[in-house]
């Protein structure tokens, strides 16, 4: 088992080295981040200086080293643009959106769980068919589309919602919070109402289609034979079983998710670090943006992790299979 | 003789004693009413797409045509020289209706050519991991799983930013975030097939392994590269449409239904719905339409269903 964490823990180091050298290389080949510092007026020496300031000036591979230097002790370079560390703006931000991404995967999973088992366990009734119509719908949506959508129709012509920013924010453990405020909630419910709808189709269709694998088991028949309410065969025999595979795809699909929030924080003026990164990308500020992947790539790989350790604690096959 | 070769020319002395395979995958899916209509769908707006120069009222892209006057129409009013902007006009006094088709088209062809690239280069990859397997396999599988462990929107957002806009470019972005499924699939696929009698036979033969892979393990994985292929279309073109909306994927010159749908967004908060909405509703239409026809061919293609 120890050897199974080591091993994937190796290899997670690795993808994060790799994927550093291909994002630090992929970076340094966008544009002249000095056309947009410098004043137009700037004279050669203003730029020379300009260069020197921020290491631009040294070789490729220098640069590189340097960065992954100060990249051990945390330091990821100044932003170009707010000149102030990289990583600390990325941080600051954070809290948005992972407030943003973990209130969507809830909504997405509280009203995926039950629709799906319902479209499951009465699979020929017409609400499972309206369900399931309404799934491929949720799917095919464009995501960025509905958020539009979403502000003309509530914010616009109803006035209801606001169309953007983040409302006042509550101090919860050292962290800036809206969702403890009503007014919070006000600004959180539409970006995460865009954000949480195409996974709740995905996980409205793999609740349905667990839910009608697990109705035929041996297990479910025999809670029947034995006399139990409906109500406790789907509420424990049946809804337990399924969680196993849908929190596995949901806790997964939080990566996907934190990703997506790019699009939403920038249609909604979100202040999270998907909107820093669309910023930073037009204003070719390379330290944000080479910060904001280097943490979503530790995000991601801690969840792959996590999530793999998990299963072949929960699974032996899975663990056997990994150490041939 | 080849695996595709045999099927062809034992096909017309099959037909007499029963259907022909195609036969019976069209008389399968056509027993759904939702997939007919997302396949009468599809080709109406594939039409659309094609004969759009020769249907729209005005051509979008010349500018000699534009007038500023006309700018910001609502759907239904008349331009200054009398044409009806049926879905109104945008900001720069574009029919909506002629820049939608036009749209149509650049979106249709990227997410086309995209898949049909990723397709080539993920089935070749796939099989060819499953056939000759070792350390091989090992390679192209680490990668297609390292790559699928990233979100396919981060992938394409850092490539474009690299890249640059156009067309060439988001269709490099969208063939390197795609690939790997299709690696995957095939490999899957390639696994069961490579163990069968046919492919046993061939190697007696002594048919070199690139023949091997191409004419005969290929077109036997096809099916299931159908289906994801079907389904990914309408994965590209959103993925293009939020790229370019994000103002990194077409150049402002041609514009794709998700530029249209960005151009929009500046006028929303002045209740001028038109101009997004409009374009949004065109590129749901397409989507939902090959999502009804990809999740007919799975149940059709799937020889797991096969009654």
Known sequence: MLVFIIRRLLQSALVVAVMSVLVFVGIYLIGDPLAILASPEASEIDREEIARALGLDRPLWEQYMTFIGSAFVGEFGKSFVFGQPAMGLILERMPATLELAITATLMAFFIGVPLGVYAGLRHESAGAQAIMAGSILGFSLPNFWVGLMLIMIFAVQLGWMPASGRGPTTEVFGLQLSIFSA????????????????KCALIIRLARATAREVMLMDYVKFARAKGLSERRVIGVHILKNIMVPVATVTGLELGALIAFAVITETIFSWPGMGKLLIDSITQLDRPVIVAYLIVVVFMLVAINLVVDILYSVLDPRVRLGGAQ | MSQTGTTQTAAPAAAAVSETPLLRIWREFAES????????????????????????????????????????????????????????????????????????????????????????????????????????????????????????????????AVLGNGVDKVIIALVTVQWAYFARTARGAALVERNKEYVEAARCLGLKRPRILLRHLLPNCMPSLIVIGTVDIARSITLEATLSFLGLGVPVTEPSLGMLIANGFDYLLSGVYWISMFPGIALTIVIVAINLVGDRLRDVLNPRLKR
């Open chain 1, 183 to 198: 007014k919070g909630w006000h600004h959180i419910l539409l970006p995460a109402i865009t954000l949480a709808l195409s």
């Open chain 2, 33 to 160: 009413k939702l997939a007919l209509f997302g396949l009468g769908l599809f080709i109406v707006s594939l039409l659309a797409a094609l004969l759009a120069p020769w249907i729209v009222p005005q051509n979008p892209y010349d500018l000699a045509t534009l007038d500023i006057m006309d700018s910001r129409m609502p759907p239904g009013s008349l331009s200054g020289d009398n044409m009806v902007f049926l879905l109104g006009s945008d900001g720069q006094g574009r029919d909506m209706l002629s820049a939608m088709l036009y749209g149509l088209r650049i979106s249709l062809f990227v997410g086309v050519v995209a898949v049909g690239l990723a397709l080539a280069i993920g089935a070749v990859a796939g099989i060819a991991a499953a056939y000759i397997g070792g350390r091989t396999d090992t390679v192209i599988m680490r990668i297609v799983d390292i790559q699928l462990s990233f979100p396919a929107i981060l992938v394409a957002l850092i490539l474009l």
